[in-house]
């Protein structure tokens, strides 16, 4: 097609109710609309756009479907508290996490050292009691904000530079995916309380409720690492989606 076609070519009409949500979301982008705060009534932006409240109606209920808007019969329509989302089934490296909502990953090291395998880790991660482990504890941040304590002991055997890594400049997980290809994982989540010395390393309160997943990897027949991730309940959540066959 050449030029003066292109342009004879009639425009693409984009749907009036398409036009709202894209203001909704520059809104919320720009932070005209902040989370927690009422967006304007849908009489409002029916008068504002020039449509009826039915196509308003469809552009907030398809944003609210997507969890970016929360409807409260009587009340009105506010803009959801977005929380870090990540996905439970997949073994994802958080700084890629991070990076893809175009936040900034960070790190802080607080240990990284060899360690004696406890009766837990030692059934938790396939070795004997007393058997040489690889420990590290290390709190990730975005944007600053602490959403994951990571408290990680590797088998020496499968990951044998794992005390040699910086992990202020990758992770765990990165470092892992690289020294040997993961082919198995075992998940196990549950709500818990923080401890003390949980509760400063993520500066929460005593009474914040968090999620912990207990994650187990394998490379191949081998178990390579057992991990207690813990979020605070406020700044996470999971999601799990699984495809069913017809």
């Given amino acids: 097609m050449d030029d003066i076609a292109l342009m004879e070519a009639p425009a693409i009409r984009q749907p ?9 979301l520059l809104g919320i982008r720009d932070r005209q609309f902040l989370p927690g705060n009422k967006i304007p009534p849908e009489l409002e932006l029916a008068r504002q756009f020039g449509v ?3 196509t308003v109606n469809k552009a907030i209920r398809d944003l609210a479907e997507a969890g970016i808007l929360l409807r409260f019969a009587g009340d009105g329509t506010y803009v959801a508290e977005r929380k870090a989302e990540s996905p439970l089934l997949d073994i994802n490296n958080i700084a890629l996490e991070i990076a893809a909502r175009g936040h900034t990953h960070s790190a802080d090291v607080h240990d990284l050292s060899p360690a004696v395998a406890t009766e837990e880790v030692a059934l938790r991660l396939g070795v004997r009691v007393g058997s040489r482990v690889f420990h590290s504890l290390i709190v990730h941040r975005e944007d600053g904000v602490p959403i994951q304590l990571e408290e990680r002991y590797v088998n020496p055997e ?10 202020t400049r990758t992770t765990p997980n990165g470092y892992l995916v690289e020294a040997c290809p993961l082919t198995d994982i075992e998940h196990t989540v549950e709500a ?6 949980e509760q400063r390393l993520l500066a929460i309160d005593a009474g914040e409720p968090c999620i912990l997943v207990l994650r187990r990897t ?17 700044r ?3 999601r799990s989606q699984t495809r069913v066959k017809a």
């Fill in 16 to 24: 009036r109710y398409q036009r709202i949500k894209d203001y909704i």
């Fill in 52 to 54: 009826s409240r039915m």
């Fill in 158 to 167: 499968w990951a044998p530079g794992y005390l040699e890594q910086d992990f």
């Fill in 192 to 197: 818990v309380l923080p401890n003390a010395a």
């Fill in 218 to 234: 394998w490379s191949y027949k081998n178990l390579v690492s057992f991990a207690r991730l813990i979020h605070p309940g406020s």
């Fill in 236 to 238: 996470y959540k999971l």
